[in-house]
């Protein structure tokens, strides 16, 4: 998840040097200093790239804006025509500024904190790029999907190639580990799972990892129950971030034997702190720290969430005798 | 699912004959239209009441109202004090017109035709009143529950004692089968699932079984992914509806062994119609007419739907050989 964010004094500091939130993620200093600050207050074990999932539609030619307040817009992209416009071949020149952050991040970094590149799963950027938005069911973009079909497979395949290459140049500039955001894969109807999930998964993972055949994949296909296990089978996915829904214990059972497993800290009860979060967390690692596990939340820190309790559930995992936190 | 709605052009006449929404769920002339449309147009084996799973927090005593397009608003429940004021003794003479428009439509429906009686779940109840209205994530419900669990565990019991004599008044109004809709189910946090959503549902199942222990109902623990295997042995539910991101495989594998399965056509192939909408169908009734299975959407229909795709469904439903309709 996003280590930086409004929960922090600095980072709204750091924000308002930004004349809109894009121009935030494309100025290298203000990326990296966005990127570092989570590492000055909290012994954490890695760092994550400051940017946004929609910086790769945006390279590839549909016009992005952030509205204060209100979220990301986009120009719909609304027929089969916008598909065939989408343009790959700027998309390192567009990039440039998030290798740049990239690259100088690393070299600030001391070993063994491990620095994480992102990027947006196909159908989570193909589903903003038809609605224009945010949607809370998604229902322009699933229509899209029936309507279209051959323009539907056309513009998760430009994705997953785009995003592939995002992730490769991420590598090259010296992030160690991926993460794939699918953040609304739980809109997804189960009868349409496999075209729109996994085989862009698949497709990207692929990719990846024909040049990076070594750098791990962590893939969160966000709220999609019980296809979580059809997503770490089929993927090529070396990791899965699971959501704040899903039983720890399920994902210890039938997630670990395949993946490593990170997560899933209720984002609320970090904002509760004390000893409901305290139990939260034992009951988490409880569950996974017997297998390959990463401490992490089940989705975004909230901007109400007081820092000392980011502060305490690092110490308290930290402190864990029953797993080595820097293996 | 509603059957009523936005879709059918008589809908939208009789609607507008109520001044706004509450009005005309609490008008038993127009209810009964409105529940009686869709079964004039449809050859469907039952009807639905026209109703509204919020008027179980107005009956309580609080304020409930609908913004055109902006749907339900609620005077949000804020603290500990706001919980006890809930008054369920006026519950009965509140909802005494919801009861009226069952022994109506119940008289005016042909056997084999069933009548289905419905109500909101105590958590999605407790997460609108909370809020105020709808949400994305339910972060305030969620922050609700661990800043004042007593209060929280206070309110789901009450709901659930509300919502089961709500729903045992159907019955002796003339519903023949209730259902039980938990729509914001998959915004529960894992840790907090059996708290939240099994425990209440167990009670409220408990108590209309006490009063009506013959009438099957039917829950609907909507995204809640692997945890539907809990849901369906610990609540002492008759039948589950699948939202239509579960896998229907999955479903028949994990679930039917257990219980009715209702479930799960994608509403936007009902917009799009034609064979992306028929292989839907055939797809989940080959997986699920083996066992005890009723045919349905997996969410509520949307208002671009043509009509005409949704007798397609049912005389499709209807003409197939592997299962038999009325039975």
């Known amino acids: 998840m996003r280590q930086a964010g409004r929960y922090l004094p600095e980072y709204r500091q750091t924000r308002e040097q930004a004349k809109d939130f894009l121009d935030f993620c494309y100025t290298p200093e203000l990326a990296i200093e966005a990127t570092l600050q989570p590492l000055r207050r909290f012994d954490l ?15 590839l030619g549909r016009k992005v804006w952030f509205v204060e307040g209100g979220g990301p ?11 065939e416009q989408l343009d790959p071949a ?16 690393r070299a600030q970094l001391k070993p063994p904190v491990t620095l994480i590149g992102f990027a947006g799963a196909p159908w989570t950027l193909a589903a903003y790029m038809i609605e224009g938005g945010s949607s809370r069911d ?10 279209y079909p051959k323009a539907f497979t056309c513009l998760l395949n430009c994705l997953a190639d785009a995003v592939a290459d995002h992730l490769i140049n991420q590598v090259q500039a010296g992030a160690q580990v991926l993460q794939l955001f699918d953040s609304w894969a739980g809109a997804i109807p ?16 692929a990719r990846v990892h024909a ?27 070396s990791g899965v971030s699971i959501d704040q829904g899903l039983s720890p214990a399920w994902a210890a059972q039938v997630l670990q034997p395949h993946v490593t497993v ?34 992490n939340l089940g989705h975004g820190v ?14 308290r995992v930290h402190g864990m005798s029953h797993f080595d936190h820097r293996s």
């Open 262 to 295: 990170q997560g899933n800290l209720d984002p609320m009860r970090l904002v509760a702190g004390g000893v409901v979060l305290d139990q939260a967390v034992d009951a988490i690692t409880e569950c996974l720290a017997g297998g390959p596990f990463i401490f």
């Open 138 to 147: 998604w229902a322009g973009a699933r229509l899209f999907a029936l309507t």
């Open 302 to 315: 909230v901007p109400q969430t007081p820092p000392d309790h980011v502060a305490r559930v690092i110490a």
């Open 73 to 83: 817009k986009l120009t719909p992209l609304s027929d089969p025509a916008d598909v």
């Open 45 to 59: 074990d890695a760092a994550i790239i400051f940017s946004d999932i929609l910086v790769v539609p945006q390279a």
């Open 190 to 205: 189960a009868v349409d799972f496999t075209a729109t999930c996994l085989e862009p998964t698949r497709r990207l993972v």
């Open 211 to 237: 040049t990076a055949p070594d750098v791990p994949i962590i893939g969160f296909p966000r709220g999609v129950g019980p296809a979580y296990e059809t997503y770490v089978r089929q993927t090529g996915i």
């Open 90 to 105: 700027r998309l390192n020149d567009h990039l440039a500024p998030v290798y740049e952050a990239i690259r100088q991040v």
